[in-house]
């Protein structure tokens, strides 16, 4: 079961584990979404988390 975190842009960061959903989620929102990176902490977006 993977888990994955949806971005409100439409983006989808999947991962095996919790820490690569979120590593790869702040990775596109350091590009697209600078300002939201700054503003959410580790902890809201584990609170993001869907598993699939
Ligand atoms: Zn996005």
Do not use: K, N, Y
């Amino acid at each position: 079961m993977s888990r994955l975190i949806r971005c409100e842009c439409g983006f989808v960061a999947r991962g095996d584990r919790e820490d690569d959903v979120i590593t790869t989620i702040r990775q596109h929102m350091g590009e697209d979404h600078p300002a939201l990176l700054e503003s959410v902490a580790i902890e809201d977006l584990r609170g993001w988390i869907e598993m699939d």
